[in-house]
């Protein structure tokens, strides 16, 4: 039986260890020792374990960033509340698998400041979604599909931070359920962001 190769490995050990223990208490020893390599191996791929978080928000989860570019180069032939529906779909998957990780830097604010230092030296954050989805609109808002006076960045902030939420508040239900199905989730907020800026 053929291994994968050891990035992969890596990159499917990290992903476990910080969606599980988080990513304040995911060491890189951990991670070599879970995906079968030395440390000094996983540094072959990797320059830090922020880097490695980076790569595994890009490469093992919902791909939120790429498709805010491409529906910014091209919105193609969907509506805008088809789009939207899309990337709020997207976003909630993101938010949901990106929530525990991220939550427990949040109990330790040094762990936290070092962690945001190294975000910005990779060029890289949690406002490039937003970002994103704010060119987005303002994209459709140029080839009039949007309201010329409506506020995009606040538009794009309302559904961003709809997805975050739903991601953070089910786990305190009763049932541990979202009280909507996704696509229902996502439906609904696009057309009700879309009443307001459409």
Known sequence: MEQRPTRVRILTA?????GTIGLARTTTKEIAKAAGCSEAALYKYFAN???LFVTVLSERLPGLGALLERLTADPGGATVEENLTDIARHAALFYEQT???????????????????A????????????????GYLRAEQRAGRVRPDADTYAAASLLLGACAQR???????ATGEPPQPLDAFAAGLARTLLGGIG
């Open 119 to 134: 975000m910005r030296a990779l060029g890289t954050g949690p406002h490039l979604p937003l970002e994103g989805l704010d």
């Open 99 to 117: 929530f525990p990780m991220a939550a427990s830097l949040y109990a330790e604010p040094q762990l936290k400041r070092r962690h945001e230092d």
């Open 14 to 18: 990290a992903k476990e260890l910080m």
């Open 167 to 173: 991601a953070f508040a089910y786990d305190m239900t």
């Open 49 to 51: 374990k922020e880097e």
